[in-house]
């Protein structure tokens, strides 16, 4: 039985060792998965931060193209605006000048339903895009849409009440192109 005994003795010092080795091996193995474990976890971090950082990149430069978007459709658009505005000061000009012939003519008998009949399909064009006349005798003075080029004491009116216009104001789409060229009253 001895011989038994130190078999065993033998056998389980052996497993021992082994286990011991096992066991070795074992916490080996894993500190080394848990290195791993680390780094691969490190290296998530970091890419989740360089993944946040790009998506701001990408939603601050989607921010800059709305803007540009923007701005560049304003830029149009007040282009536009300034080349409709030309033409249409262009073409009032001419206006003028038919209303200015209607009425020297008319002053002399002649007959000026041609003229009427031109400044009439004038009218109708200036309506059709939208311009409107300002009304100014008689109103209160605005330096948004007047433009006061004399001054005259009147003592029956208020102060700055237009008495008379030289020249017709037009308002293109809420914007005033031709402010009326008006003479106002002051009570001295």
Known sequence: MLFELSDTKDVSENDLEET???????????????KLVDTIKTQLEQEKEKV??????????????????????IDIQNRVNSIT?????????????????????????VNTEGLDAILKNMDAFLVEFGVQSIDAVG??????????????????LDDNTIIAEFRKGYILKDRVIRPSLVEISKRN
């Open 20 to 34: 011991q080795e096992f066991h070795n091996a074992s916490n080996d193995e894993m500190e080394s998965k848990q």
């Open 85 to 109: 505005d030309g033409i249409v000061l262009k073409f009032l000009g001419i206006y003028d000048d038919f209303v200015r012939a209607r009425d020297a003519l008319s002053k002399q008998d």
């Open 52 to 73: 946040s950082s790009y998506e701001k990149k990408i939603q601050y430069l989607l921010a800059d193209f709305e803007n540009l978007k923007k701005r560049s459709e």
């Open 139 to 156: 109103e209160i003075f605005d330096p948004k849409i007047h433009e006061a080029i004399s001054v005259k004491e009147d003592l029956t």
